[in-house]
């Protein structure tokens, strides 16, 4: 079975409903920021992303918000749907470097 | 369109046996990447290339080796597996870094699970 996320904290929704998911960053100089979505057994896949120079961006479905005052990110999505049900972990990008830091994320269960 | 490809996607290893696993991305990408991802813990950088024939550390390299004599390609080696080594290894490129006209997203690979007993 899946060993990654064993211990992750986990958002239960019920379909139809919106979720929102929070991450909190470390380096209040990073200056990318990115949430990804992996489905067990599979790999991280880009869902949004947004630069520090912005404070909301919205996508289809999905909308990420940065408080860079206390260093914060959020992933809401709207209407949710049991496809949606998977791991979700934000990236920052330290600035000037190749260096990227990957949060531990959160398991997203939506209920039918 | 492949994106990025990783083989094997399973194998298990007994202790101080030898491997390498393959990264091929058909996306011309510069970058290339290699994490690994053990419970509880965030993907963790083991080495990264920011081009043909170039290879640099990342934040946990002990244990590892990497070549990337093709663009296409970045292989992970690993020469005398511990058990601390059992883990989900991820490839990942990118086009550019942020600064350097692209968006920096990361694109990865579906992972390659290692058990070393």
């Known amino acids: 079975g899946e060993s990654v996320g064993l211990h992750l904290p986990t958002l239960s929704v019920q379909e139809g409903d919106n979720s929102i998911i929070n991450c909190a960053y470390s380096?209040?100089?990073?200056?990318?920021f990115i949430w990804y979505k992996q489905e067990s057994g599979k790999g991280p896949q880009f869902i949004i992303d947004?630069?520090?120079?912005?404070d909301k961006r919205q996508g289809q479905r999905v909308t990420v918000l940065l408080n860079k005052t206390v260093k914060h990110l959020s992933l809401q999505i709207a209407a949710t749907q049991p496809g949606d049900s998977a791991v979700y972990f934000c990236?920052?990008?330290?600035?000037?470097?190749?260096?990227?830091?990957f949060g531990t994320g959160t398991r997203l269960k939506v209920l039918a | 369109n492949a994106g990025v490809t990783q083989t094997p996607k399973f194998r298990v290893l007994k202790t101080g046996q030898s491997m390498t696993l393959l990264c091929a991305q058909d996306?011309?990408?510069?970058?290339m990447y290699w994490y690994r991802q053990d419970p509880g813990m965030g993907l963790r950088l083991i080495h990264y290339?920011?081009?043909?024939?170039?290879?640099a550390k990342g934040e946990v390299p002990d244990g590892y080796n990497v070549s990337r004599l093709k663009k296409q390609n970045f292989l992970l080696g690993l020469e005398s597996a511990a058990p601390s080594q059992t883990s989900v290894y991820f490839c990942?490129?990118?086009?550019?870094?942020?600064?350097?006209?692209?968006?920096?997203?990361?694109?990865f690979g579906e992972g390659s699970r290692l058990t070393v007993l």
């Open positions: 990942a490129s990118s086009y550019s870094i942020l600064g350097q006209g692209g968006t920096g997203e990361l694109f």
């Open positions: 380096n209040s100089a990073s200056d990318y």
């Open positions: 947004i630069r520090s120079n912005m």
């Open positions: 990236a920052e990008h330290y600035s000037g470097t190749y260096k990227y830091i």
């Open positions: 996306m011309n990408h510069e970058y």
């Open positions: 290339s920011v081009g043909e024939g170039t290879t």
